[in-house]
């Protein structure tokens, strides 16, 4: 893998980890599938595999990305779900045609179309965002309390009160500012 690309932050959630792919929208955009092969290599380690990507799919990759974002953000909100949004979701939804196949060792697998498989991928992705904002599963949308992120991210933490979308980065980035505006505003007098 390149190093001049960033890195992916994956989830445990599909439709959450697939809008990771941009972070930090409020703050300096961070683009992690910036060509088609980089697509190509988020959708083979989310269990997506396809042969090959071309610039219109990733184009369509990224309008069902942010489409997501925009209905998973309202949602978190109370806000009623953007039309254009909810167009885009259900339309990526109605044209994939992957088949959920169940492996001899009881695993379920994504078999996506030969001739449509990003497509077929995308179809996946916008079901399982569907499937979150309409709150089929068991969880909640939240938005990330960094406010350079505010991404919305699904919580499955048995409290709900989880804060940020990623401990890791957003959530350390926080506790670090925190603790750097305390000490600059008591700093240790000699
Ligand atoms: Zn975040």
Known sequence: MPAEFPE??????????FTATLTERQGE????????????????VS?????SCTAAQLELARELRESIHAAATAAASGHALP???VHVIND?????????????????????GAASAVEDALGVIAADAISIIAG????KLALC??????????D???????????MNTCGNRQKKARFNARQRKSPDLP
């Open 8 to 17: 992916f932050r994956l989830g445990t959630v599909l439709a959450t980890s």
């Open 47 to 51: 269990g997506l595999a396809v042969d």
């Open 156 to 166: 499955t933490s048995q409290s709900r009160t989880r804060r940020w979308c990623d």
């Open 136 to 139: 089929e599963r068991d969880g």
């Open 145 to 154: 309390a960094s406010p350079t992120c505010q991404a919305a991210f699904f």
């Open 92 to 112: 990526r939804s109605a044209q994939g045609r992957a088949a959920a196949v169940l492996t001899p060792d009881g695993q379920r697998r994504w078999q996506l």
């Open 83 to 85: 039309a254009a949004a």
């Open 29 to 44: 955009a961070v683009e992690r599938v910036p060509t088609p092969q980089r697509l190509t290599d988020w959708l083979a």
